[in-house]
């Protein structure tokens, strides 16, 4: 009569993340069959009579024939491997030789174990809420340009990704490439979590970000979880969210932020880049979002932290008015942002002013309109969206010292001294400016320029549109 193989996962380490199962099935073994370090872990509860076979490290294929010889004698085979046997153990491997051997009569069971990626998750929090695969970094049996496909489709495809077989004492580059690769395509805070000897008594858990993680502090022991777009760290966990919350408070109530959100969220894995500084990000995401422009990562020109200056002068109460050259521009500014913060958004044009100083000096009537602004307003932020005459003519009263703007929001649109007006802003180098360079432009991109800044608070988790 013969026998039948077991194929059980006996988890990451410990004895208390051995399923029941598992333990009844080793109980019950004749032979037990697996790399002797982890014996250690079953010896407690196996039969005094039950035969330990190892063959050592890198001998899988021994261990698997050995096995089916015991089996083929009649006995009950258990073959363990840490963590779950399906997963880079000696499952595939024996059912691969079965088929070989023609070996149909043996039968041969899988019990699942405590992988160890799930026991890393467990400790870190919950990062692994999400769609999510694994990598192994061992090119042992998988040539390198496979696994870096691989690398980058997980990147590309906004994974949470967890590491295995990370470093060894040759492979020790492997993984500073994969970490070139993930920020490639994914934002320099993404979370990352790691454990080592995860469930045993060496056990050592951290957290970083994607651009801090460092190589060295890891080796072949441990496990690594890199989170998507979502994830997050707060209070000392490693957070993937599923969108179970998201349903229940802001989705039912605020399906258009829903939207935009996922728009973000889609606009942000598709940059070229991932290590935009936050606040030329987050003044790129809306820019593209608003126009479905991917030429504005080549063309949005924001000065250092300028959408955080800006920001920051709106919180501190001194940037408390808007000015703009047309009423477009002020008609895009959220209205709920702008009573939010208390700011004031203002359009001149048509005041009853405009009309007679653009006559009586011969300029145009959104040039009177700056003009009469800066009078009144000289340290507002100046958004231009439509005419270049509206801005270059800011430029000349600040050279004159009429006025001194807390930003210049510069987008205006056209063929006509366009591109001059926005060469003519970047000079004044104390002053935080937000420029589209070049031809391209226009109202909407100018007030959505202005929701940016408005907004920024919001931009380190991706959650835009709360005043829609």
């Known amino acids: 009569m013969m026998g039948k193989i077991i194929v059980a996962g006996i988890g990451p380490g410990s004895p208390d993340d051995i399923t029941p199962a598992v333990l009844h099935a080793v109980s019950g073994a004749d032979v037990v069959v697996g790399y002797k370090y982890y014996f250690q872990f079953i010896s407690n509860f196996v ?7 190892d063959t050592g490290m890198k001998r899988e294929r021994e261990r698997a ?13 258990v073959v363990i491997s840490s963590g779950d046997a399906g997963i880079y153990g000696m499952a595939p491997l024996l059912y691969e030789m079965q088929r070989e051997r023609q070996a149909g009569s043996i039968a041969i069971e899988t019990l699942p174990g405590i992988s160890a990626f799930q026991k890393a998750a467990s400790l870190l929090g919950a990062p ?7 990598i192994s970094l061992s090119d042992l049996m998988t040539p390198w340009e496979v696994i870096e496909r691989r690398i980058r489709a997980a990147a590309e495809g906004d994974f949470v990704t967890a590491v295995y077989n990370p470093k060894s004492h040759g492979r020790y580059w492997q993984l500073y490439r994969l970490q070139e690769l993930f920020l490639q395509r994914r ?4 979370p990352v979590g790691y454990v080592r000897q995860a469930g045993r ?9 994607l651009s801090d993680f460092d190589p060295e502090d890891v080796d072949m022991f441990t496990v690594i979880i890199i ?6 760290l707060a209070d000392g966990h490693f957070i993937t969210p599923r969108g179970y919350y998201r349903e229940q408070t802001d989705g039912a109530e ?7 959100m996922q728009s973000f969220r889609t606009i942000s894995s598709e940059l070229q880049r991932q290590d935009y500084p936050l606040g030329h990000k987050w003044a790129l995401l809306h820019a593209i979002h608003t126009t479905a422009d991917f030429d504005m990562e080549d063309i ?4 250092e932290h300028a959408v955080e200056t800006l920001y920051n002068k709106v919180k501190d109460g001194t940037l408390k008015t808007i000015v703009t050259d047309v009423t477009m521009v002020t008609s895009g500014i959220r209205k709920g942002a702008l009573q939010r913060l208390g700011i004031e958004a203002k359009c001149y044009l048509s005041d009853h002013r405009v009309a007679t100083m653009a006559e009586q000096h011969g300029i145009t009537r959104t040039q009177a309109g700056i003009r009469l602004a800066a009078e009144e307003h000289p340290d507002a932020l100046f958004a231009f969206g439509n005419a270049p005459t509206a801005l270059m003519e800011l430029c000349d009263l600040i050279r004159k010292g009429k006025a001194h703007p807390a930003g210049i929001i510069a987008a205006p649109v056209g063929f006509v001294h366009v591109c001059e007006s926005k060469h003519m802003v970047k000079p004044f180098k104390d002053i935080p400016k937000v420029i589209v360079e070049g031809r391209k432009g226009g109202s909407n991109l100018a007030a959505t320029l202005c929701n940016a800044i408005l907004t920024f608070d919001d931009a380190a988790q991706l959650k835009p549109g709360r005043d829609l």
Do not use: W
């Not at 039969?47 to 076979?53: A, H, L, S």
């Not at 949005?300 to 000065?303: K, R």
């Open 65 to 77: 024939e050995m096995a089916f010889s015991k089996a083929e004698e009649g006995k009950t085979v």
């Open 254 to 260: 605020k399906p258009g932020q829903q939207i935009m």
């Open 47 to 53: 039969r005094k009579d039950c035969e330990y076979i």
């Open 201 to 209: 008594d060496e056990q050592e858990v951290k957290t970083t970000t």
């Open 128 to 134: 692994i809420g999400h769609d999510l695969c694994i």
């Open 300 to 303: 949005l020109y924001t000065d």
């Open 187 to 190: 934002s320099a805070t993404t």
């Open 227 to 232: 989170g998507n777009s979502q994830s997050y």
